[in-house]
């Protein structure tokens, strides 16, 4: 299986950037935990995401976070191959949650560790937008 080599030094490049540059918002997010955590079996691959029908958001902001996902999905994908694809959407028509659909793949140590990346940048994208909306509804 070839992973595409330049999406993946992409998300590697980018996810070190925002670690050099914004080394205030790399904390709270775990960029600081040990190799053991980030290595660790593919049990927690995919991080738990706030439910956006409680918070207060407009129609904008809602479709925002909603394309900050699906861009997730789409590059979880393109790690993948054609029939672990299959299996994942196998088991997510089946009712399981993109975790549990993820962790019963046999996933290579690369990819696990692409997804991994995938999720933390997620998250700063996640916590840039929640953190913009929150900032923006204080000041009005």
């Not at 660790?40 to 991080?47: E, M």
């Not at 959407?89 to 089946?94: A, P």
């Not at 793949?105 to 994208?125: F, R, S, Y």
Request: charged fraction near 15%; charge should be positive.
């Amino acid at each position: 299986m070839a992973i595409n080599f330049p999406k993946w030094l992409a998300v590697l490049v980018t996810i070190l950037a925002l670690n050099l540059f914004m080394p205030a918002m790399a904390a709270p997010l775990g960029f600081h935990t040990p190799l053991s955590a980030i290595h660790a079996p593919a049990a927690n691959l995919v991080t738990a995401y706030p439910s956006f029908s409680d918070l207060d958001l407009t129609p904008l902001q809602r479709q925002r976070l909603q394309a900050v996902l699906q861009r997730r999905n789409k590059e979880i994908q393109a790690v993948l191959d054609v029939s672990q694809r299959d299996e994942l959407r196998h088991r997510l028509q089946s009712g399981d949650g993109l975790n549990e659909g993820l962790t019963a793949l046999e996933l290579q140590p690369e990819q696990q560790h692409l997804i991994k990346a995938i999720e933390q940048l997620t998250n700063l994208k996640l916590r840039a937008l929640l953190s913009r909306y929150s900032l923006s509804g204080v000041s009005n």
